[in-house]
Nanobody, 119 residues
C-alpha cells in the first residue's frame, strides 16, 4: 500500500514537500509519481520518476517542482516551490510494484493528500 503525507494550506509563493511511502511485500518498484486532481477537472500527471532516476514533468510545474525517490525506503517525494493558486488540488501518488513471488507488475495508488494554495 501507499501512504501519502505532506499536504496542507499555504500562501502563494510558499513551498510544500509531499512524501509517499510504499509498504508491503515489495520485490521491486519501477515508476513512481504524482497525479493531481483539481475541483471540476480531470486527474493529470504532475511528475514521475523511474527506478534509475529519470524524471518527467508536466509543463505547468517545470522549474518549480522536483520529484525524487529513495529506493531504499520505497518512498517518492515531490518538492513544490513557488506554489500558485492553480496548484490547488488533491495530489495522488502511485507506484508500479512487483511483489515477491509474482511476475506481474501492479499499479498502486495512495489515498490522496490535499494541497490548498491561497492567493
Amino acid at each position: 500500500q501507499l501512504q501519502a503525507s505532506g499536504g496542507g494550506l499555504v500562501q502563494a509563493g510558499e513551498s510544500l514537500r509531499l512524501s509517499c511511502a510504499a509498504s508491503g511485500s515489495i520485490s521491486s518498484i519501477s515508476a513512481m509519481g504524482w497525479y493531481r486532481q483539481a475541483p471540476g477537472k480531470q486527474r493529470e500527471l504532475v511528475a514521475d520518476v523511474t527506478s534509475d532516476g529519470s524524471t518527467n514533468y508536466v509543463d505547468l510545474v517545470k522549474g518549480r517542482f522536483t520529484i525524487s525517490r529513495d529506493n531504499a525506503k520505497n518512498t517518492v517525494y515531490l518538492q513544490m516551490n513557488s506554489l500558485k493558486a492553480e496548484d490547488t488540488a488533491i495530489y495522488y501518488c502511485y507506484a508500479v510494484v512487483q511483489q515477491y513471488e509474482e511476475v506481474v507488475w501492479r499499479h498502486y495508488w495512495g489515498q490522496g493528500t490535499l494541497v490548498t494554495v491561497s492567493s
